[in-house]
């Protein structure tokens, strides 16, 4: 009998420290950051796709957003997209605040 105890109260214990988590979990807002050479030669303003595509590869970047998007979802306004990732446009294309595209000449 009192074994019977012990198995429940594990269990509930488990159940109940999983629960905890899972609450502190949909509480917070993740945020990771993961460096990403996007070059082997080191050269300002150069974007070698592949190896950058590799490395989100290797490091589970996209299992990570797979896994987000199926139990998290997480969608930006357009306009915050644009000033978010403004950043890694290529350097002919800038985004104004107004979020129109614009091309420099």
Excluded at 23 to 38: A, D, N, V, Y
């Amino acid at each position: 009998s009192s074994s019977t105890a012990n198995k429940t109260t594990i269990a509930w214990k488990f159940q109940f420290q999983l629960n905890n988590l899972m609450t502190m979990l949909k509480k917070t807002e993740s945020h990771f950051i993961r460096c990403i050479k996007s070059n082997d030669s080191c050269a300002a303003q150069t974007f070698d796709s592949q190896l950058i595509n590799k490395q989100l590869v290797y490091s589970g970047v996209f299992e990570v957003v797979k896994i987000q998007q199926s139990g998290l979802p997480c969608r930006l306004a357009h306009e915050d997209f644009l000033d978010r990732y403004r950043c890694l446009a290529p350097s002919n294309i800038r985004y104004k605040r107004s979020g129109r595209l614009t091309t420099s000449r």
